[in-house]
């Protein structure tokens, strides 16, 4: 089946700290790939995403390489903010997908102090 | 340009008691609709997706159900609430065959 597995919260940094969570993933056929975000009291929003291997989705420093190989599409940013806390989800929807189902991971909650 | 609402933000609900959660998009015609429950330490789960008007898909057997009278309204409902219930409800859109998913602001909901 299609399953998304993302590493365990919470995740707590400090300023300025470089950030990967991790993120792996299967699926039948390839999938596109997704990072979502989800800030205090608020729904989720597209952060990034990737439609293909080797593809780089990137958005407001953070980025995420589809890695067919290891299955794993992990979310990097090189130097957190504040304002980057948050619950961060990695998604997947399978390509041979009728019913557009997007499949979400559990999530990981990020504490960045300043 | 389109936009999602939901209602209410927080809710607080007696054991035994129904649910009303409702849920309408704005500026866009057909969208996919999807009802997800996030509760703590189970991450993000989908409930209920349709692809139209009285086409509704169960993802997992609940307490709950779900309508959609109108082509941009999707309601979510139970008769009678349980503890587990508790949760926040997430109802989000797309455009068919797109895979960007538009989420609501969420609902709280308390079962006590």
């Known amino acids: 089946g299609n399953s998304v597995t993302q590493m365990e919260g919470p995740v707590t940094l400090s300023e300025e700290a470089f950030l990967t969570i991790n993120c792996t993933y299967t699926a039948t056929g390839y999938p596109s790939l997704f990072w979502y975000v989800q800030y205090p009291g608020e729904g989720l929003q597209l952060l990034l995403k990737a439609t293909k291997a080797d593809d780089k989705g990137s958005n407001k420093g953070f980025e995420a390489t589809y890695r067919k190989e290891t299955t794993s599409f992990h979310l990097e940013k090189g130097s957190v903010q504040v304002s980057d806390s948050a619950v961060y989800f990695c998604a997947l929807r399978p390509r041979w997908n009728r019913d557009d189902k997007i499949i979400f991971g559990k999530g990981t909650r990020l504490h960045i102090l300043p | 340009s389109q936009t999602i609402h939901q209602w209410p933000a927080t809710l607080v609900q007696p054991v035994g008691s129904p649910l009303s959660l409702e849920c309408t998009v704005e500026?866009?015609?057909?969208?996919?609709l999807y009802w997800y429950r996030q509760a703590a330490g189970r991450g993000l789960q989908l409930l209920f997706y349709s692809v139209g008007i009285g086409q509704i898909s169960s993802e997992v057997p609940q307490n709950l159900s779900a309508s959609r009278p109108q082509d941009r309204q999707f309601i979510l409902s139970s008769k009678k609430l349980l503890l587990s219930d508790s949760g926040f409800y997430l109802c989000?859109?797309?455009?068919?065959?797109?895979?960007?998913?538009?989420f609501g602001s969420g609902t709280q909901l308390s079962v006590l």
């Open positions: 500026g866009t015609s057909n969208p996919n």
């Open positions: 989000a859109w797309s455009v068919p065959r797109r895979e960007k998913l538009f």
